[in-house]
């Protein structure tokens, strides 16, 4: 049986479609998990299953998160790697991931994703690359169903340690026919490579210091095998591209392509030290990009050159990074981040607003190798966010509702709706309950530390 959902009398629709419409008054028509019509109310069925009114909202498709490592959530701020860069604060951290739990994994995803789906974000990759004491993705999988959140889950790995000149300590690495094997697994579970899939599974071994040349390759040829996208860390700061440099004598763009890993299938996170040859490569080749720019900011990896990669051609996305990294998972924090930082970076009219929040959907969904969401058309998944303007955050700011996301306070959402289903009601996740999911949350936080001491 058919369920219809009406969303109408919005202040502004942002529909991301092919004209760029923004529509006064709009409306959006939902047939169980798809959207079948788009337009001004007046034009659209006024009766339905379910009728929200998004008066005095704006209603824009779902921001699609293409990096981050959830588990972190349970990290933020220990105090040893406040300080650090890159480097640094992954090895004040690997000693205290070490002693993860599958507990730790399913209730830290359950936490990233709530923050992320109230901040607008209705479609997010995890990157998880750490498996101690039994970790599975399996842990965060189960969650993400849980939740409600259309999930790329990405098994990540590590299987160089620093006995063989990696940065990660032995411990939390893994063998490399362990992790193809698991992989394989992974993706002849979960993966689903239909239209509107709410589950996909993504090869992701962790960076070029933490694990081979052969693994690389042999990730590549696996994940082309079974049709599932490749993603992993580049070029995030100057030291990644000294790494570069000594072991492999290649910049990392160079090094990506050597092992196969450009294409319409891969996304690689950061590429702040991108060089020019290397964004032209991924323009070229349609290789996409996970642009985290809080993330670069407190690790002072540097400024990503956003603008230049899109007027390349490349696809750029937006994502939050690891909850130890940036220690927010606010989506449209980042959107905001993103804008000033390119600014900052390269001038005043780098970046709009509408052009961030085009990354945040749109590019994001290009990044993922999707062509179902990021917009509000008709055939595209019913992925909705919608954000109340009559908050002390928009006061005085109604000149442009749709610019006001971006320029002022990150808002959340008051209403998300997920492959066709509400999420999130008048502000308040529906799925769980979230009181609950936060007390046990900081409860493990805690034991995570201690356990380190």
Same mark, same amino acid.
């Given at each position: 049986?058919?369920?219809? !959902?009406?969303?109408?009398?919005?202040?502004?629709?942002?529909?991301?479609?092919? %004209?760029?419409?923004?529509? =006064?008054?709009?409306?959006? &028509?939902?047939?169980?998990?798809?959207?079948?019509?788009?337009?001004?109310?007046?034009?659209?069925?006024?009766?339905?299953?379910?009728?929200?009114?998004?008066?005095?909202?704006?209603?824009?498709?779902?921001?699609?998160?293409?990096?981050?490592?959830?588990?972190?959530?349970?990290?933020?701020?220990?105090?040893?790697?406040?300080?650090?860069?890159?480097?640094?604060?992954?090895?004040?951290? &690997?000693?205290?991931? /070490?002693?993860?739990?599958? %507990?730790?994994?399913?209730?830290?995803?359950?936490a990233a994703m709530s923050e992320?789906?109230?901040?607008?974000?209705?479609?997010?990759?995890?990157? @998880?690359?750490?498996?101690?004491?039994?970790?599975?993705?399996?842990?965060?999988?189960?969650?993400?169903?849980?939740?409600?959140?259309? #999930?790329?889950?990405?098994?990540?790995?590590?299987?160089?340690?620093?006995?063989?000149?990696?940065?990660?300590?032995?411990?939390?690495?893994?063998?490399?026919?362990?992790? !193809?094997?698991?992989?394989?697994? !992974?993706?002849?579970?979960?993966?689903?490579?239909?239209?509107? *899939?709410?589950?996909?599974?993504?090869?992701?071994?962790?960076?070029? #210091?933490?694990?081979?040349?052969?693994?690389?390759?042999?990730? +590549? +040829?696996?994940?082309?095998? #079974?049709?599932?996208?490749?993603?992993?860390?580049? /070029?995030?700061?100057?030291?990644?591209?000294?790494?570069?440099?000594?072991?492999?004598?290649?910049?990392?763009?160079?090094?990506?392509?050597?092992?196969?890993?450009?294409?319409?299938?891969?996304?690689?996170?950061?590429?702040?030290?991108?060089?020019?040859?290397?964004?032209?490569?991924?323009?070229?080749?349609?290789?996409?990009?996970?642009?985290?720019?809080?993330s670069n900011m407190r690790l002072?990896?540097?400024?990503?050159?956003?603008?230049?990669?899109?007027?390349?051609?490349?696809?750029?996305?937006?994502?939050?990074?690891?909850? =130890?990294?940036?220690?927010?998972?606010?989506?449209?924090?980042?959107?905001?981040?993103?804008?000033?930082?390119?600014?900052?970076?390269?001038?005043?009219?780098?970046?709009? =607003?509408?052009?961030?929040?085009?990354?945040?959907? !749109?590019?994001? =969904?290009?990044?993922?190798?999707?062509?179902?969401?990021?917009? @509000?058309?008709?055939?595209?998944a019913a992925d909705i966010a919608?954000?109340?303007?009559?908050?002390?955050?928009? *006061?005085? *700011?109604?000149?442009?509702?749709?610019?006001?996301?971006?320029?002022?306070?990150?808002?959340?959402?008051?209403?998300?709706?997920?492959?066709?289903?509400?999420?999130?009601?008048?502000?308040?996740?529906?799925?769980?309950?979230?009181?609950?999911?936060?007390?046990?949350?900081? +409860?493990?936080?805690?034991? @995570?530390?201690?356990?380190?001491?």
């Amino acid at each position: 049986m058919t369920k219809t !959902l009406l969303i109408k009398n919005a202040r502004v629709l942002v529909t991301m479609d092919d %004209e760029r419409r923004e529509i =006064a008054g709009g409306a959006v &028509y939902i047939r169980d998990n798809v959207i079948e019509q788009v337009g001004r109310s007046a034009d659209l069925p006024q009766q339905a299953d379910e009728i929200i009114d998004a008066a005095n909202h704006v209603v824009m498709p779902g921001l699609v998160n293409t990096h981050h490592h959830m588990y972190q959530s349970l990290t933020r701020v220990i105090p040893a790697a406040q300080n650090g860069e890159l480097f640094n604060w992954l090895t004040n951290l &690997y000693p205290i991931w /070490a002693n993860l739990t599958p %507990e730790m994994v399913n209730v830290s995803t359950l936490a990233a994703m709530s923050e992320l789906i109230l901040s607008g974000c209705t479609t997010s990759s995890d990157h @998880l690359y750490i498996y101690p004491n039994g970790c599975k993705l399996d842990d965060s999988i189960e969650a993400a169903g849980k939740i409600g959140m259309r #999930f790329h889950a990405a098994r990540g790995s590590m299987s160089v340690g620093q006995s063989k000149g990696g940065l990660p300590p032995d411990r939390v690495v893994e063998e490399e026919g362990a992790i !193809l094997k698991d992989t394989q697994r !992974l993706i002849e579970t979960y993966h689903d490579a239909g239209r509107y *899939a709410m589950q996909r599974i993504v090869v992701a071994p962790c960076s070029p #210091f933490s694990v081979s040349r052969d693994l690389m390759k042999e990730a +590549a +040829a696996l994940a082309r095998n #079974f049709g599932v996208s490749l993603h992993t860390h580049l /070029a995030e700061n100057a030291n990644d591209i000294a790494y570069s440099r000594e072991k492999f004598n290649m910049t990392p763009a160079e090094y990506a392509e050597d092992c196969g890993w450009v294409g319409h299938d891969v996304w690689h996170a950061h590429c702040v030290q991108l060089d020019d040859d290397g964004i032209y490569m991924f323009g070229r080749t349609g290789t996409g990009i996970a642009h985290c720019p809080c993330s670069n900011m407190r690790l002072a990896s540097g400024i990503a050159p956003v603008r230049k990669m899109l007027d390349s051609g490349v696809p750029v996305g937006l994502g939050v990074d690891g909850c =130890a990294s940036n220690d927010s998972g606010h989506m449209m924090g980042e959107v905001r981040q993103a804008m000033l930082l390119q600014r900052v970076g390269f001038g005043p009219d780098a970046m709009t =607003a509408r052009q961030a929040l085009e990354m945040a959907t !749109l590019g994001g =969904a290009k990044v993922l190798n999707r062509d179902d969401i990021g917009a @509000l058309k008709p055939g595209m998944a019913a992925d909705i966010a919608m954000f109340k303007l009559d908050t002390i955050g928009f *006061a005085g *700011a109604l000149h442009d509702p749709v610019a006001a996301l971006v320029f002022c306070t990150p808002p959340n959402v008051s209403h998300s709706i997920i492959n066709g289903k509400v999420v999130v009601r008048d502000g308040v996740l529906c799925t769980i309950d979230l009181p609950v999911v936060i007390e046990r949350h900081n +409860a493990l936080a805690h034991q @995570l530390a201690q356990a380190a001491r």
